[in-house]
């Protein structure tokens, strides 16, 4: 069985993430005996980037690019995905959670009548059947799932598999749009999120509450990010406040982050916050409340003031 894997980018670079659903794909192909895991790439890619998946665990790499690929539209991309695992005989695709491509995991499971399963987080057990951990209640717990259908579709949470570095380069196939594959969605305007780092490929996240006071005072932030290589995330009533934009709210119902470091500074510590981060390998709190609900869930807490803990750990790190 071929084993098939959406691959994300944005301009021109694969994310790490879906580098990680490669080297899903390459355990789990060890776990079933197949020997093929194909990397589907659609847009435009160079052809060293797409080569150097087989460094992550693609056999090989099928590439489509096409001028109406440049766009993330769900309806195309979920036909040339349906066409090209009918074509590979690939009975199970896997991708890495976003919000694309849940959309377009959505349309595929029922264009190739496949089941699909969210929030994966460990390799699928086959000693009895085929079955999946994935998270639930925003991460709180875990279940099982038992996959009957011939057909699987695997979303993958970040972090769920060690990500591979083989040094490998896969073979390149290039391939036009075919079937029924057509664009069924316009789009009428674009804002591209901002930043040095963005979120959702972040190793590291430092994000600020109303305890940074104001707009004004967001540099320790930046400053703090920078030093460590780190994206910079906010609280809601942050970007409520329109001291931040809102592509950097964290949260429930903002961007869900899974870093291995978190670092929470002036954040009380709502609920729908901690939804949001609680798959970060590590959470660190700095508030001056010793009874902020985040410390309760933080690995490590600093109770004092931010304007004097920040700078002083900033400079630590970068004398380190």
């Not at 695709?93 to 976003?98: A, F, G, L, N, Y």
């Not at 959470?283 to 304007?307: R, S, T, W």
Request: charged content about 25%; proline content about 3%.
């Amino acid at each position: 069985m071929s084993i098939l894997v959406f691959v994300e980018g944005s301009e021109g670079v694969i994310k790490k993430s879906s580098k990680e659903a490669i080297s899903y794909g390459a355990e789990t192909a060890k776990l079933i005996g197949s020997s093929d895991v194909i990397a589907v790439v659609l847009g435009n890619y160079s052809d060293t980037e797409l080569e150097a998946l087989g460094s992550n665990g693609a056999t090989r790499v099928i590439h489509v690019n096409d001028d109406s690929l440049n766009e993330n539209q769900i309806g195309i991309f979920a036909d040339i995905l349906a066409d090209i695992s009918k074509s590979q005989s690939a009975d199970l695709v896997i991708m890495t959670k976003s919000s694309f491509s849940d959309n377009v995991g959505g349309r595929l499971a029922a264009k190739i009548q496949a089941s699909i399963v969210s929030n994966v987080v460990d390799i699928p057990d086959i000693s009895s059947g085929f079955v999946v951990k994935k998270s639930i209640f925003t991460g709180k717990a875990f279940s099982t799932v038992v996959v009957e259908s011939a057909r699987k579709i695997l979303i993958i949470k970040r972090n769920a598999v060690e990500l591979l570095e083989s040094g490998d380069r896969a073979p390149v196939e290039k391939i036009t749009i075919f079937g029924e594959a057509k664009a069924t969605e316009t789009i009428t305007g674009k804002k591209k999120a901002e930043g040095d780092i963005l979120l959702d490929d972040a190793e590291i996240v430092v994000s600020g509450g109303r305890g940074l006071k104001g707009p004004e005072n967001w540099g320790m932030i930046e400053d703090l990010a920078k030093a460590l290589g780190a994206a910079t995330g906010c609280s809601k009533p942050v970007s409520d406040l329109e001291w931040r934009p809102h592509h950097e709210h964290v949260g429930q119902t903002g961007v869900k982050v899974s870093p291995n470091l978190y670092i929470a500074v002036g954040i009380s510590g709502a609920i729908q916050h901690l939804a949001g981060v609680n798959s970060s390998k590590v959470l660190v709190a700095i508030n001056q409340d010793p009874e902020a609900p985040f410390f309760k869930a933080a690995d490590y807490g600093i109770v004092g003031d931010a304007f004097d803990i920040v700078p002083r750990l900033t400079e630590k790190v970068k004398s380190l």
